[in-house]
C-alpha cells in the first residue's frame, strides 16, 4: 500500500489511492467503483470471488468486507488473502465492499456487519479459500500457456514460476487468461505448517495514514456546497417538540436554516460553530411525555420486583436447586451493572445528500447494507438508488451497530437543499446514546464440607437487545448475547441452571457495548468465584484451577497468568491483587490478574494488569496484545467510573467531567501473554474488556476486605 500526501478534502475522490482502503461512489453491483477509476486505478481483468480482483497492472485489491475500527481488520484480513494468494502483504491494497448483504454477509448473523469479535472467526476460512481461489486458477493459466502440468508449477511473491524451465509470469501479465480459467469449486489451503504471514507479526497497514492525518473518518468528509448543522433531541426518551422561538437562532451570522422534526430540532449553518450558537439561541419547549419523572431509582426497581420470577432455562445440568438445599454452605447474592455509554472517540455524525433521484450518505458504520436500508425507507427511494460511503471509525464499541444517527441524518437531510453534515455535540452523543443496558442478576451456590461447589444457579435480569436488533435470534424467550459467559460456565461443578428473565425498561435505548452480557456476566461470575473462595478459606487462584481439571485451555492461560503477575507475593498496605477467568462465546480464554491500590478515600488506582489469551490461531500477534490492551483500557473505565444515570426522565452525564474515561497518566502497566495452539480463531476485540471488571473488583477485596457487587466501583467504596 502506498502512502501518499494529500489534503483531506481530496479524499472523495482519492481515498483508494491513498490507502485508507475505502471506496467513494460505489453501487451495489459495480465492483469497480467510481473512486477507484478516479483515483487512476487500471479496470480490473481477474475478479474470481467477491473479495478479490487482479488487474493487469498486477495490483491485487482486497474488497474489504469488514470496516476498521482500530481492531486492525486492514491488516489481519490482508493477511488472510496474502497468505493463500502467494503476495506479500505490501502487494494488497485495500477497497471497501458496498453495502451487499449477498455478497459480503458475515456468516454468524447473516448480513454485512462487524462486530461481536467475529470478523476473523467468521471470515478465516472464506477469505483464504478466496485467495486460493484466485491462486489457483492464475497457476492454471499459466500452465495453460506453457504447456505444462499446472502440479509443475509454483506461486510465490505475485509471480508464477515453472522451475523446470525457468519460465516466470506475473499475476498481472495472467490476469486476463486466468479470468477465463473456469472457478474451481474446491481448492486446497495451506497447511498452517506452511504459513509464512499467518502467526507473525506485522505492522498496521493503516497505521501511518493515521500518523500522518490523511485517513479519512465520516466526520472529515468535504463537498462542494456542504453545510454543517447540529441538534438538540427531547432531552426525555419519548418526548417532542412543543413549540420552538428560533429568532434569535436565525440571527447568529452563519445560520441558514432551523429545521424542526417531531422529536428534534437541527440548526443548518455554514459551519459547526455557527450551528452551535444557533442551537444554544433556540427556546426550545418540550413535551415530555410520560417518562419524565423516570428515575435510576425507578428502573431498579422494577427489575428488583421482576427479578424474584424465574426466567427461561438457558442452561441446565443435574438439578442445582435440590444441590444446594442439601449442601453443607449454601451463598446468594445480588450484582448489579449500571447502564453505560459509549463516549467514542469521534462523535457520531453522517454525511446526507438527498436528491429527487437518489440519496447519497457518507458514514461510519458497523452495518452498511442497514444504513442503505434506513435511508431508503426514509426517503422512500428504492434501496438501489442509495449510495453508501462507509469511512474509517473513530471508534465502533457497538455504538455504531445502530442506524439511530444516520436516520436522523437523513430525516434532516430530506429538509435541506444540498449536502449537510450532522454532527452530534458530546452532550448530545452522551444523552443520547445506546446504552449497555442495565443487569439485575440473582446468583447462588451451594457448597460441599470442604468448600468446593457442588451447585450453582445465575438468573440474569435485563432487556433483550437480540428481540429488537435481530428478532430470529431472540428465540423461546432466550436472548443468547444476554446469557453469553453465564452459559458458558467451565468449571466443574455437578448441578448447574442459567436463567434468563427479559424485562424491558422504557426509558432508555440500549444496545450493544464492547460486548454486552459477557461484560456483565464475567464480572457477576468471576466476582461470586472469589466469594466461594472467601467461603471456603482458599486461594482465588488455586481455588479455580482446583475446577478446572475438565477444561485444560482454561487452566493454562490462568497459570500464566498467575506466574507472570507473581501472585502470591506479598503486597504494601492497601494493595491487591485479583483475578478473573473469561471464556464465552467468543471461543477464547483470557485470564487477567489486576493490581490496584486503594486510598482511604476510596480512590482506586489500577498499576498493573497482566493477561493471558488463548485465542487459539493467532493472524497478527501484535493486533491480538494491541486489542486485549485497548480492551483493558476501555474495561477499566467502565469498572470504575462508568455509569449512567437518570433524574426526571433525563441523563444526568453529559461529558466527560462526569462520564470519566481512563487518562493516559492513570493507564497502567500492561502485559498480555499469548497461549499459542492450532484451535480455530477466536475473538479477540471484547474479550479484554469483559474479564477486567471482575479482576479489579476482586483487587479491590484483597487490598481492603470490601466485598462489591455493584458498579461502578468507586461509587461504592466511597458510599461505604
Excluded at 76 to 86: F, G, H, K, Q
Amino acid at each position: 500500500m502506498t502512502s501518499h500526501t494529500v489534503s483531506r478534502r481530496d479524499f472523495v475522490v482519492v481515498l483508494t489511492a491513498a490507502g485508507g482502503g475505502l471506496l467513494l461512489g460505489c453501487r451495489v453491483g459495480d465492483r469497480s467503483g467510481a473512486a477507484t477509476a478516479a483515483a487512476g486505478a487500471a479496470p480490473p481483468a481477474f475478479a474470481p470471488n467477491a473479495f478479490i480482483r487482479i488487474g493487469t497492472d498486477g495490483r491485487v485489491t482486497l474488497v474489504m468486507p469488514q470496516v476498521e475500527m482500530g481492531q486492525g481488520m486492514y491488516t489481519s484480513m490482508p493477511m488472510l488473502i496474502a497468505e493463500e494468494l502467494e503476495v506479500g502483504l505490501d502487494q494488497v491494497q485495500l477497497e471497501h465492499a458496498p453495502p451487499n448483504d449477498k455478497l459480503y454477509a458475515n456468516p454468524l448473523v447473516g448480513f454485512q456487519m462487524t462486530g461481536a469479535s467475529s470478523s476473523v472467526r467468521m471470515l478465516y476460512q472464506p477469505l483464504r479459500k478466496a485467495g486460493a481461489t484466485a491462486r489457483v486458477m492464475l497457476i492454471t493459466a499459466a500452465a495453460q500457456r506453457w504447456n505444462v502440468d499446472p502440479t509443475s508449477c509454483n506461486a510465490a511473491k505475485g509471480m508464477v514460476s515453472h522451475p523446470a524451465t525457468g519460465k516466470k509470469l506475473s499475476y498481472g501479465d495472467l490476469a486476463d487468461a486466468a479470468a477465463k480459467v473456469p472457478v474451481p469449486a474446491e481448492v486446497t489451503l495451506k497447511d498452517p505448517k506452511s504459513f509464512t504471514l499467518i502467526g507473525t507479526p506485522a505492522k498496521r497497514l493503516d497505521s501511518p495514514q493515521k500518523v500522518n492525518g490523511t485517513a479519512p473518518y465520516s466526520i472529515d468528509v468535504r463537498l462542494p456546497g456542504l453545510k454543517i448543522a447540529t441538534l438538540a433531541e427531547s432531552p426525555v426518551l419519548g418526548g417532542k417538540v412543543a413549540s420552538v422561538d428560533d429568532s434569535k437562532a436565525k440571527a447568529i451570522p452563519g445560520v441558514r436554516q432551523i429545521v424542526r422534526l417531531e422529536d428534534l430540532v437541527a440548526v443548518v449553518a455554514d459551519h459547526m460553530w455557527a450551528a452551535k450558537q444557533g442551537l444554544a439561541a433556540l427556546t426550545i419547549r418540550w413535551d415530555e411525555g410520560p417518562n419524565a419523572k423516570v428515575s435510576t431509582e425507578d428502573v431498579v426497581k422494577g427489575l428488583d420486583a421482576a427479578s424474584r420470577t424465574p426466567g427461561v432455562v438457558a442452561r441446565k445440568q443435574g438439578d442445582a436447586a435440590a444441590a444446594i438445599t442439601g449442601a453443607a454452605k449454601k451463598l446468594e447474592a445480588v450484582y448489579q451493572v449500571p447502564f453505560l455509554a459509549h463516549a467514542t472517540m469521534e462523535p457520531v455524525n453522517c454525511t446526507v445528500h438527498v436528491r429527487k433521484d437518489g440519496c447519497e450518505v457518507w458514514t461510519g458504520s458497523q452495518v452498511l447494507s442497514r444504513v442503505q436500508a434506513t435511508a431508503a425507507q426514509v426517503t422512500g427511494l428504492p434501496p438501489e438508488k442509495g449510495v453508501v460511503h462507509n469511512h474509517l471509525l473513530g471508534g465502533g464499541f457497538g455504538r455504531r451497530l445502530e442506524v439511530d444517527f444516520e436516520t436522523k441524518a437523513v430525516r434532516i437531510a430530506k429538509e435541506v437543499e444540498g449536502p449537510v453534515k450532522v454532527v452530534w455535540t458530546r452532550e448530545e452523543d452522551i444523552q443520547h446514546d445506546v446504552y449497555r443496558p442495565y443487569y439485575y442478576d440473582r446468583i447462588a451456590a451451594g457448597l460441599s464440607p470442604e468448600g468446593r461447589p457442588v451447585a450453582w444457579t445465575h438468573r440474569v435480569l435485563g432487556p433483550s437487545i437480540l428481540a429488537r436488533w435481530a428478532p430470529p435470534a431472540f428465540k423461546d424467550g432466550l436472548d443468547g448475547d444476554a446469557t453469553d459467559g453465564a452459559v458458558h460456565l467451565v468449571y466443574d461443578i455437578p448441578a448447574i441452571q442459567v436463567e434468563y428473565l427479559r424485562h424491558e425498561e422504557p426509558v432508555l435505548g440500549t444496545g450493544f457495548w464492547r460486548g454486552v452480557g459477557v461484560t456483565h456476566n464475567n464480572f457477576v461470575i468471576e466476582s461470586f468465584m472469589d466469594e466461594l473462595a472467601a467461603v471456603a478459606n482458599q486461594d482465588p487462584v488455586a481455588y479455580r484451577r482446583a475446577l478446572l481439571a475438565k477444561a485444560p485451555r482454561a487452566r493454562a492461560v490462568l497459570d500464566v497468568a498467575a506466574k507472570a503477575s507473581g501472585w502470591g507475593r506479598k503486597l504494601p498496605a492497601g494493595y491487591g491483587r485479583g483475578v478473573s477467568l473469561l471464556y464465552s462465546g467468543w471461543d477464547t480464554y483470557v485470564a487477567q490478574v489486576a493490581e490496584v491500590e486503594v486510598s482511604k478515600a476510596g480512590e482506586v488506582r489500577v498499576h498493573r494488569v497482566v493477561c493471558a489469551v488463548d485465542c487459539g490461531t493467532v493472524i497478527n500477534p501484535d493486533t491480538v496484545k494491541a486489542q486485549m490492551e485497548g480492551g483493558i483500557v476501555f474495561g477499566i473505565s467502565g469498572a470504575l467510573w462508568g455509569e449512567i444515570t437518570l433524574k426526571n426522565g433525563r441523563v444526568e452525564q453529559s461529558n466527560f467531567h462526569n462520564y470519566r474515561v481512563l487518562r493516559m497518566n492513570e493507564t497502567p502497566a500492561i502485559e498480555v501473554h499469548l497461549v499459542r495452539n492450532g484451535e480455530a480463531p477466536g475473538g479477540i476485540g471484547e474479550p479484554g474488556t469483559a474479564a477486567t471488571a471482575a479482576a479489579l473488583a476482586n483487587a479491590v477485596f484483597a487490598a481492603t476486605g470490601k466485598r462489591i457487587r455493584k458498579l461502578p466501583l468507586e461509587r461504592q467504596l466511597r458510599s461505604g
